[in-house]
């Protein structure tokens, strides 16, 4: 069986890392590994390849940045002749980044089966680009691997087939639990200095000029209370260019360069807090039990808040200081447990399930 993933973005290799490992365990199937080179920086991309000793990509698109017609566009027309050519038998896609949808509409127009893996979550938010890429990419799909129960409920209620749906857990924790050890080895932290970990690269979040001043502004007031420890998304780097002198970094307010994937880990477990606009990182601090301030009025992974340790502040910052405030009142309290079976079948074997039900097909 010849199985062909597709990744772009950071956040699909920490998803396809543990699915290619868990495949490459069985005889009889061959993996191909195609890059679109949505994100190109070594910090952005080659480094994840390499912590998370993944293959090298036996092709890579680069496509590069653009508009998101013109970054959908340059997959669309680079990847339909590499899977003419390569002919799988099926194509997994992973997330909601531009290159998703664009690699599962190709395979849907030219009748290669698609599987998405984290299929299901919804914002119900339909100006987050990444809302649309969901919708689409569940409605083409011959496989919907979903990594909790709500993601079942919603693409019920869209109408999908219930038997293409496989309730399989979260790969990103699969990961997370298989590096962790070596991450806190390789990056030990000083527990005597608390500190809270930033992350924020939404266009809604840091497009808004504006806003980004206030949130910094408030990031630098929270820095009298704390550390702060903020490696920097390129497009967000962009941004703080556009407003120039005025960013308060200081001794306290650190900003960063991209982190790679184990020094990144490292730093959440220990946080005492983590304020982000990310997905994934609401998912790795439910696990971690470490206290997650999302600074987005939605979520498209409600279990994070209903389950886990994730609050949504919005658009509130008065909300997020009251919120990180309470935080290091309880701070004195027993430290955050690091394994935790809190969400079902978030348990480091997702991707073996994913493996499972793919061959058994
Ligand atoms: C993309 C995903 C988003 C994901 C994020 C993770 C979409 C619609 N968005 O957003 O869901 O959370 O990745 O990082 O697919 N850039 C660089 N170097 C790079 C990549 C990008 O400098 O390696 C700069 C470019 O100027 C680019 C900007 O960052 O224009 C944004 O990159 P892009 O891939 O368009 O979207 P992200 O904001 O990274």
Same mark, same amino acid.
């Given at each position: $069986?010849?199985?062909?993933? *597709? *990744?772009?973005?950071? &956040? ?5 890392? +543990? ?34 000793? $993944?293959?090298? +990509? !036996?092709?890579?698109? =680069?496509?590069?940045?653009? #508009? ?16 003419? /050519? @390569? ?7 992973? =997330? !909601? ?30 100006? $987050?680009? /990444?809302?649309?890429?969901?919708? *689409? #990419?569940?409605? %083409? ?9 709500? =993601? ?10 219930? =038997? ?21 080895? /390789? ?6 200095? &608390? ?38 998304? +390129?497009? #967000? ?18 900003? %960063?360069?991209? %982190?790679?994937? %184990? ?26 039990? *470490? ?52 969400? &079902?079948?978030? !348990?480091?074997?997702?991707?073996? @399930?994913?493996? /499972?039900?793919?061959? @058994?097909?």
């Amino acid at each position: $069986m010849h199985i062909l993933h *597709v *990744v772009g973005a950071r &956040p699909n290799f920490m998803k396809a890392a +543990p699915v290619l490992r868990a495949l490459a365990l069985h005889p009889g199937v061959r993996q191909t590994l195609i890059h679109t080179g949505q994100h190109y920086d070594s910090a952005m991309s080659d480094v994840f390849f390499q912590q998370l000793q $993944m293959p090298m +990509p !036996d092709c890579n698109l =680069g496509v590069g940045s653009g #508009t998101h017609a013109q970054q959908t566009a340059a997959v669309l027309t680079a990847i339909e002749p590499v899977l003419m /050519e @390569r002919k799988p038998d099926i194509v997994l896609v992973y =997330g !909601d980044v531009n290159s998703t949808i664009a690699a599962a509409l190709v395979c849907s127009k030219i009748g290669i089966r698609v599987a998405h893996v984290e299929a299901g979550l919804r914002s119900r938010d339909r100006s $987050m680009p /990444e809302e649309i890429n969901r919708l *689409v #990419t569940d409605q %083409l799909s011959d496989l919907l691997f979903s990594p909790s129960q709500d =993601g079942n409920e919603n693409l019920r209620a869209e109408g999908i087939d219930p =038997g293409k749906i496989h309730l399989v857990g979260n790969v990103m924790i699969d990961t997370l639990v298989r590096l962790l050890p070596q991450a806190k080895k /390789e990056f030990p932290v000083d527990p005597s200095c &608390p500190y809270a970990l930033v992350t924020l690269h939404r266009p809604s979040n840091v497009d808004d000029l504006p806003w980004l001043q206030e949130m910094l502004s408030t990031l630098s007031q929270l820095s009298e209370r704390l550390h702060i420890i903020f490696p920097v998304h +390129p497009r #967000t780097r962009q941004r703080l260019g556009a407003l120039g002198s005025s960013i308060a970094a200081n001794g306290r307010l650190q900003l %960063l360069d991209p %982190l790679p994937y %184990l020094s990144f880990l490292a730093l959440q477990a220990r946080a005492a807090m983590v304020i982000t606009d990310s997905g994934g990182i609401q998912e790795e601090t439910s696990y971690l039990h *470490v206290p997650c301030l999302t600074v987005r009025e939605n979520t498209e992974r409600p279990i994070t808040v209903s389950l886990g340790t994730n609050q949504l502040v919005g658009r509130d910052l008065e909300k997020l200081k009251q919120a990180a405030r309470q935080i290091l009142r309880t701070e004195s309290e027993p430290a955050p447990r690091e394994t935790s079976p809190g969400i &079902p079948l978030w !348990d480091g074997h997702a991707s073996e @399930r994913i493996a /499972e039900v793919i061959l @058994r097909r």
